[in-house]
C-alpha cells in the first residue's frame, strides 16, 4: 500500500496536466504492445527459408505446391509472392502488376501507426513542460503574495508540482522514442525483406518463362562451393 499511496501522492502533487501526461502515455503503451505483437509475431517470418522453399517448388513445377505454402506461411511476403504465383503462365508484366498492388496492401500494415509513439513522446514532453510551468508560477506567486507563514509551504509545492510534471513527461518520452526508433528500424528491415523477396520471384519468374531456371540455379549452386573454398584460403 506504501507504493500505492506514493503513487497517488505523486500525481496529487503533480496537479491536473499529470493526468493529461499519464493518458498520452497509456496511449503510447496500447500503440507499442499492438505494433510489437504485430512486427514481431504476426508479420514476422524467416524469408530466406520460406523463398528457398518457394525456389525449389518452382524448379519441380509444383506450383500448386507453392501456392499452399503461401497460404499456410505467415508473414507478408508470403501474400506478396502468392499474388505472382496466381499469375503464373501469365506474361511477366501482369505478374509485376499483381505483386505490385498485393505490395502496395501489405506495406501500410508494417508502417501503420509507429509514427503516434513520435507524437506521444512529444506530446509527453510538451505536457510535463506545461505543468512545470504552472507549478513555477505558484511558486512565484506564493513568495510575491503569500505571507510569510504560508510562503513556504506554497513554494514547497509549487517546486513539487513543478518537479513531478517534468519528471513524468520525461518517463512517458524517453520509452516511447527509444521503442520507435526500434520499431522503424525493424519496419525498414521487413520492407527491404519484402522488397528483395519480390524481385527475386519475378527474377525466377522470368528465367522459368525463358526455360532457364533449372540452369541458371544450376550454375548457381556450382559456383557457391568454389567461392567458399576461395574465401577459406
Known sequence: MSL???VVDFFREGGP?????????????VIAIERGQKLYREYHSN?????????ELMLQNRMEDALTLC?????????VVKAGLERTGCDEQLVRQSM???YLDQLPKITQNIGYLSLVANAGMLFGLLGTVLGLIRQFA?????????????????????????????????PCLIIHGIYSAKANT??????R?????????????????????????????????????
Open 17 to 29: 496536466t499529470m493526468l493529461i501526461t499519464a493518458s498520452a502515455g497509456l496511449f503510447g503503451a
Open 100 to 102: 505490385e498492388s498485393s
Open 190 to 195: 521487413m520492407i527491404e525483406d519484402l522488397e
Open 142 to 174: 506564493a513568495v510575491g503574495s503569500a505571507d510569510a507563514a504560508q510562503k513556504q509551504l506554497l513554494m514547497a509545492q509549487g517546486i513539487a508540482e513543478a518537479m513531478n510534471n517534468t519528471a513524468l513527461g520525461l518517463m512517458v518520452a524517453l
Open 47 to 55: 524469408t530466406r527459408l520460406f523463398m528457398a522453399r518457394v525456389k
Open 71 to 79: 497460404q499456410n506461411e505467415k508473414g507478408l511476403l508470403p501474400q
Open 4 to 6: 500505492f499511496h506514493s
Open 197 to 233: 523477396g519480390a524481385s527475386q520471384f519475378l527474377d525466377w519468374t522470368g528465367l522459368q518463362n525463358y526455360g532457364q531456371l533449372q540452369s541458371r540455379l544450376q550454375n548457381e549452386r556450382r559456383i557457391k562451393p568454389v567461392q567458399q573454398k576461395v574465401g577459406n584460403v
